[in-house]
DNA sequence: AATTATGTTCGTAACTTTGCGAACAAATCG
DNA sequence: CGATTTGTTCGCAAAGTTACGAACATAATT
């Protein structure tokens, strides 16, 4: 930033996991495809209080965002997560939460 | 959820928390506060490409999302991270991504 | 060829987000 | 008091999100 006065790739990239994950149906999704051997279309529907055509949004935005990765296992569908930008993703957020935060912005604000 | 198919106190925390890092300029003023002794909204809004009604905006996203706090110090305006909650949203993504991921969802699909 | 099961896509409605310039508010400076 | 500095709030436009039911697509089954 500064200079240029744009966003980095790191910046954009963090935003849009971020954003993907900024819905609790999203955050459902992840943790019910996590803890599943099996994830079917119909067992993430029946975990949630929305309709099925929401919930394919929801996982089109997961998708979308390179969380998930779907297969068709005919007639239905099976989710799971991407690992490689699970692990990306989990390094980013790890990255920014452990930056060192510098004492003096403490403004008084905090206490 | 499952049996009453509703969303936690966590996952409705942590959407929070992820809808508010979800776009790159709020990413970039978090990282703009982690590093800066002293955090003016001018010297905020010299770091982004974005005009200063939509910063003031961002900001007040990230204030009700609890990420960080306002002080008036007249004429100027200090923010800084709130860093009960940044701690809190650090641990809330930290659990998310350490959660074991079951072998047998890997769906045939992530390789 | 109809029926069934499983999800996706379409169309729509209500709401939220993002962005900007202009107007406003508050305190200080001349 | 008028002018300046610093941010916020207002009003608006464009675009995106969330949600739903209905219609559709696909493959297996009868």
Redesign the interface.
């Known amino acids: ?2 200079e240029n ?3 980095s790739v790191k ?2 990239l ?3 996991f ?11 999704i ?10 079917y279309f119909g067992d993430i529907h ?4 929305i309709a099925k055509a929401t919930v394919s949004q929801h996982l089109t935005a997961l998708k979308e965002a390179g969380l998930i ?3 068709i296992e005919t007639p239905k569908v ?7 930008n ?1 692990t990306l ?2 390094f980013l ?2 990255e ?15 206490k």
């Open positions: 930033m500064a006065k744009e966003y910046q954009e963090l935003a849009k971020a954003r993907a994950l900024g819905h609790p149906a999203r955050i459902a992840m943790e019910f495809l996590a803890g599943q051997p099996n994830c029946e975990e949630l209080p990765q779907g297969e099976k989710y799971c997560i991407n690992k490689d699970w993703a989990s957020f790890k920014f939460f452990d930056q060192p935060i510098n004492k003096g912005s403490n403004c008084g604000c905090s």
